[in-house]
Each structure stands twice: as C-alpha cells, then as structure tokens.
C-alpha cells in the first residue's frame, strides 16, 4: 500500500457526459500526476499539478482537466466523454523538490463509457 | 519524442526458471529509470529505480536491473522466479530534471509452478 487512495473505484457512464475521478496523495506529497492506461497499455501522462497549478501536460485534449487543492488531494475532470475514454485512471504522489522524485501510484478508478 | 520499447509482451516461465526482461529507451540525454510491476487485482508498485551512481541496482523480491547506457538499456533480472512473481512489468524513464513517466506497453509474466 503507497498511502495514494482514489474514488471511485469504478465507475460507468455514457457518451457525451462528464465524470469527476477523485485522488488522495501520499502525507507528505505536494505534487499529483495523472495516467490513462487502456487495457493492455503502459500508463501515459495526462498531466501533473504541484502546489496547485499545472506543471506539465500530455497529448490529451482540453476536455481533459483538473485541480488540485491546498491539502494536495486531486480531480480530474472529463468532458464529453468518448468511447476511447474507458480506462484504468491512476494517480500518482510524489515530493517535488529533492531532484530524485519517484511516483507511488494509487489504485485508480476504472471507466466505462458505453 | 522520447519513447520506451519493451520486446518481450508476454513470457511464460517455470517455477526456479531465470528471467530477464528487455527495456530499451530513447533519449539520449540524462534519465531516470523505473520498474514497475502490477501484481493481478492490484496496483503499480514500484520494483526499482535508478537515478545515478552504480549501474547495477537492486529492488524488492530479488530483482535487479542493469543500465548499460551504451545500448540506452535498462533490462530487469531475476535469477528464479516463483509464482508469486506472475504479474505485469513496466519500464518507464524521465528525462533529468522532470517526473513526467514514460512507459513501455509492459511486459506479461506467467509463471506455472
């Protein structure tokens, strides 16, 4: 266990709707980076928030956005959902600041779209 | 674009067989360099990593990697697997300085007892 929680763990929704993913970084973590992985895919990088703002974004469109909050916890927000969306979401913490960062990863949240 | 290639989809191995499991990336700068596994049911977990220093690093669970920076390489070692080790394993780089992962597709580990 790394300490990262997500919610929900799955969910299913339609085309064309919008859906919240909800992560808990790790005590002590500042910084959040997000991953789609399509089944039997690798991980890719959507985007990272550190201190609340964007700090780096993957090739994903715009519909794909977040926060983060002053307690580092962390949303990612999809609008319009496509087909192609239905993935595993992970979330990733780690500590911005010390040059070696290394990323432990939650448990993420499964997505259907029909 | 920097990219991680990793040939070996899916291996089935014995119990007390040895494992080797390829990873190659592109960039041709400084980088950092991860395995991560995901065990069945479970989530990514972190094997190993190399940030500097020896080439040779070792994890969690008798794993090991090598980072032969000639042949841009960071393969993973194990000298005998058990059942337990059935899982899917990921290479994954950052450039120096950044934390943005880039992952391979991963690698699919059977191991019948």
């Known amino acids: 266990e790394t300490g990262v929680t997500q919610s929900p763990t799955h969910l299913i929704k339609t085309r064309g709707q919008q859906v919240t993913l909800r992560c808990s970084s790790q005590?002590?973590?500042?910084?959040v980076s997000w991953y789609q992985q399509a089944l039997g895919q690798g991980p890719q990088f959507i985007f990272q928030?550190?201190?609340?703002?964007?700090?780096g974004r993957g090739n994903f469109p715009p519909r794909f956005s977040g926060l983060q909050f002053p307690n580092y916890s962390s949303e990612l927000n999809v609008n319009a959902l496509e087909l192609d969306d239905s993935a595993l979401y992970l979330c990733a913490s780690s500590y911005q600041g010390q040059g070696q960062e290394t990323q432990y990863f939650g448990p993420g949240t499964r997505l259907l779209v029909l | 674009a920097q990219s991680v290639s990793q040939h070996n989809h899916h291996v089935i191995l014995s119990e007390a067989a040895s494992l080797e499991l390829g990873c190659n990336y592109s960039?041709?700068?400084?980088?950092?360099l991860f395995w991560y596994v995901q065990y069945p049911g479970q989530h990514l977990q972190l094997l190993l990593k190399?940030?500097?220093?020896?080439?040779l690093v070792k994890g969690i669970k008798g794993f090991e990697a090598e980072f032969i920076k000639s042949k841009f390489s960071f393969n993973l070692r194990k000298p005998s697997v058990q059942w337990s080790d059935t899982a899917e394993y990921f290479c994954?780089?950052?450039?120096?300085?950044?934390?943005?992962?880039?992952f391979g597709t991963g690698t699919r580990l059977q191991v019948f007892p």
């Open positions: 960039y041709g700068g400084t980088v950092n």
């Open positions: 005590s002590g973590h500042n910084t």
């Open positions: 928030y550190y201190r609340e703002e964007e700090n």
């Open positions: 190399y940030f500097s220093g020896d080439p």
């Open positions: 994954a780089v950052t450039e120096y300085n950044t934390d943005k992962l880039i």
